[in-house]
Structure formats: structure tokens, C-alpha cells
């Protein structure tokens, strides 16, 4: 029965996600009903003593990644280097590999640092084009968006400064590069399987071609030939450089632990480097690359900076809140003797990076989140999954991203905040396009667990 009462939760906030209706309304109200139903007396003080505190906990972490990363993706936008970069990888590709232009097109903004909504936005109206002249079926084109804005460039491949890369470091004391060799071995994978299945689809689909009457058809877009190649990849660059550089020199400054003292605090701040390192390193890399973005292209920008600006801070205001309601429920939920239970349950799971694995995925399936259910699974059992790697003698940078991966494999269900954005800008249907963009979803999973065989046969890190 305590199990049950903790799954109920857990059933209401799918309800709620699915539906469409706002998570940081309900995620509290779905918190609650299990500890209603546990031991009601209890329900202000854990509101506010733990939902709430471990809510505030992950802003503080992880509001100034979202909000920097929103600016850095709208001046992006703004500047029309977006556009340049997307004519450039196009060109170099060519307009016959349509499919391949549009993946690496959008494997190099996400891995870029730019959010995965705004490369969905920047992206389609070349996408649309090319699919149009090369008669291939529009429907495959929310997959093909899939494959490049959030599959291997969002968790997989060492160093992307998506948050679910970042998310783990706090945790495992890891940094965004963790497991570099397994890292690049599993993003290998998912591009490859992943352009193959697209391939394979486009030759079933025979003389299908792109179709006709579909809606939010864009214009075609052309890129400013007054912005030189070279200048529209620096801001890009720029992050990936800055985040090395930072990541090696912020504990040689700081040191393992770190301590404030001003004269109006009752007692020092004290911070453990290692568990902030990856995201003070990003933080600082992306403040660096916005200013590059301000000082290329201050004029195109300067007029629709602050109109901008208000549409990325509202982006990023509603991402964090979303993600850490989710923090929150799953810190209430993982408190409860019904999820204390399941926990024992899956320690029957042998092998910790399986193990892992498994309830990573399953977590993010449920919210329809990889960076709601990697907070949650993270949050109610990391320790178990750090205690569990060391007696078996795994180093933490593994676990580190096998949970990350195993976050952004199942939760593309249909629920999923990326999958109805994508749907939506594109003018498609679930019944028309998730079909192929689930199994790009159960290849992503497949790649976590390959990854697992790769270390155990291989040793490699």
C-alpha cells in the first residue's frame, strides 16, 4: 500500500504533464497527496521544509545556467549568426544530404551552448527548404530536429553545457567532461544508428515526396552575407574554449574548499569547490561568449535587445521553475516509506551502472523531463548510486554519464516539453511524426547501455 500511495504522486503529475497543464502549479499539490495520505498532520511542515527547500536549492545551483544560456541563445538569434552558422554547415555538407545538414546544423547549436527550443526555431525554416528540395517527407523532419537538438549533444558528448550534463557534477563532484572516452564512444552511436533509421525511412517512404498543405510552412530564409563565417563561430567556440579553461583553473584558485569572511556575516561562507566547479566554469564561459555576441554585433542588436532579453528571461524563469518543482516532488516523494521501499526493490539490480540506469530513465519517462528526472533520481539516490559505484570500484566520471545519458533517453514521451515544441513549430501531429522520434528515443536509451558494455569490456573512461 505504500508503495501505492507514493505512485500515486507520481500518477498525477504524468496526468498533469501530459495534459499540458502548468508543473509548478501542480508539482506541489501532487507532492502532497501521497503525504496526505501517509501522515496528513504533515503536510505544511513538509511543504515548506523540504519541498520548498530543496526547490530553492536547485535555483540557487542552476538559475544563473538558464537564464545565461537563454541571453546567449537569444543574442544568437538576434545577431543573425544563427542564420549564418546554419548556411555555412549547409554548404560544407551540401543541399543533398539533407538529413545529415540538419543533425550537425543542430548538434553544433546545442553543443554550442545555444537551448535546445531556440536551435528548433532557428533551424526549421532551413530545414523546411531543404526537405522541400529534396523531396523528402516532412514528416521525418521533428526525428531528424530530435536528433540533433537533443539526443547526443545534450548529455552524451563530453563538455556540453546542456544541464543535464551539468546537473550530475553536483552531485558526483565530476565536471562537464567527465568520461570523455565513453562520452564520445556513445554519441558515435546515437549519430550513426540515429542517420541511419532517418535514411532507411527516407528510402521507404519512395516518390511519398515532402507533401502538401501542411501549416506553419515558413518563409525561406536567407543568411546576412555581411556576417563573415568565422565571426558567427566565435561566440560558439568561445563557450567550449572558456569552459576548459575555466574547469582546470577554478580549483587551482580556489582550492578544495573555499571560505568568505565579511564583517556583517555572523560566520564565513564556506563552499566546496569541487561540487561547483562545472557550473561555475560554464557560468563563466557563457557570461564571456554573451559579451563577444554584445560586441560583434552591438548594432544589429541594440534595438531588439530588450524585447529579447524579456522573452529569454521569461524562457529561462519557466524552465527553472519547471525543473525545480520537479526537484522538490521528487525530494518529498523519495522521503516517503512507499519509495523507500521500491529503492530496496531495484537494489535488486546487480550491476550499480545498470541499476542507474534504469532508474534515471524510468524517471525522466515519468515527468517527461531529462533534467526533471535526473534532478529527482539524483536527489533521492545519489548516495546510493555513489556508495554503490565505489564498492564496485567505478569511477564516479562513469556513473556521472550514465546518468546522464540514461536522463535524456525515455523522457521523450509523448508528454515531453521538446517533443510538443517541435511538433508545434513544425505544424505536425504526434499521429504523423512521433512514431520515428521514438525510436530515436529508444536508440538514445540503447546507447546508455552500450556505453555500459563498452567500460566493463574495455576499461575505457
Do not use: C
Request: glycine share 8%; aromatic share 10%; net charge positive.
Amino acid at each position: 500500500m505504500s508503495i501505492l500511495i507514493a505512485l500515486a504522486g507520481l500518477a498525477f503529475l504524468i496526468i498533469i504533464a501530459y495534459r499540458g497543464f502548468s508543473v509548478i502549479l501542480f508539482a506541489p499539490i501532487a507532492a502532497m497527496i501521497p503525504v496526505l495520505l501517509t501522515e496528513p498532520a504533515s503536510v505544511p511542515a513538509v511543504f515548506t521544509g523540504l519541498f520548498m527547500e530543496r526547490m530553492v536549492v536547485f535555483v540557487k545551483l542552476y538559475f544563473p545556467l538558464f537564464i545565461l544560456g537563454a541571453i546567449f541563445g537569444k543574442l544568437i538569434e538576434l545577431s543573425g549568426f544563427s542564420k549564418v552558422i546554419v548556411a555555412t554547415i549547409i554548404r560544407m555538407v551540401g543541399h543533398e544530404r539533407a538529413i545529415l545538414s540538419i543533425v550537425l546544423v543542430a548538434a553544433l547549436l546545442t553543443y554550442g551552448g545555444v537551448s535546445l527550443f531556440v536551435v528548433v526555431f532557428a533551424v526549421y525554416p532551413f530545414a523546411a527548404e531543404m526537405f522541400r528540395q529534396a523531396a523528402i517527407p516532412k514528416r521525418l523532419m521533428p526525428a531528424t530536429l530530435a536528433l540533433g537538438a537533443f539526443s547526443f549533444t545534450m548529455d552524451a558528448v563530453p563538455g556540453t553545457p546542456q544541464i543535464q550534463n551539468i546537473i550530475p557534477t553536483t552531485f558526483f563532484q565530476t565536471n562537464s567532461w567527465a568520461a570523455p572516452w565513453l562520452g564520445t564512444i556513445g554519441s558515435l552511436f546515437i549519430l550513426i544508428t540515429g542517420l541511419a533509421y532517418l535514411e532507411w525511412r527516407r528510402r521507404a517512404t519512395g516518390s511519398e515526396g515532402y507533401g502538401d498543405n501542411h501549416i506553419n510552412e515558413p518563409a525561406l530564409v536567407l543568411a546576412d552575407h555581411r556576417i563573415h563565417p568565422v565571426i558567427a563561430f566565435l561566440p560558439l567556440i568561445s563557450v567550449g574554449l572558456f569552459n576548459i579553461v575555466f574547469t582546470r583553473l577554478i580549483p587551482i584558485a580556489f582550492g578544495p574548499v573555499h571560505e568568505v569572511s565579511l564583517p556583517g556575516l555572523a560566520a564565513p561562507i564556506v563552499t566546496k569547490v569541487p561540487t561547483v566547479t562545472a557550473v561555475w566554469a560554464l557560468e563563466g564561459a557563457l557570461l564571456i561568449s554573451i559579451f563577444m555576441v554584445a560586441a560583434l554585433s552591438y548594432r544589429r542588436i541594440a534595438k531588439t535587445f530588450m524585447d529579447g532579453s524579456k522573452h529569454a528571461v521569461a524562457g529561462a524563469l519557466l524552465a527553472t521553475m519547471n525543473t525545480a518543482s520537479e526537484y522538490g516532488f521528487g525530494a518529498v516523494i523519495a522521503a516517503l516509506p512507499g519509495f523507500i521501499a521500491l529503492r530496496q526493490a531495484l537494489q535488486a539490480i546487480p550491476n550499480p551502472l545498470v541499476n542507474a540506469a534504469i532508474v534515471t530513465t524510468t524517471l525522466a519517462g515519468i515527468t517527461g523531463s531529462a533534467s526533471g528526472g535526473l534532478s529527482i533520481a539524483l536527489g533521492a539516490m545519489a548516495d546510493q548510486f555513489i556508495a554503490s559505484a565505489k564498492a564496485a570500484g567505478i569511477p564516479l566520471e562513469v556513473m556521472h554519464r550514465v546518468t546522464a545519458m540514461a536522463s535524456g533517453g525515455m523522457d521523450i514521451l509523448p508528454h515531453n516539453g521538446a517533443v510538443i515544441t517541435v511538433l508545434a513549430v513544425t505544424g505536425l501531429t504526434h499521429r504523423q511524426s512521433y512514431g520515428d522520434i521514438f525510436v530515436i528515443a529508444l536508440l538514445k536509451t540503447s546507447a546508455v547501455f552500450f556505453i555500459i558494455f563498452v567500460y566493463y569490456t574495455t576499461g575505457l573512461v
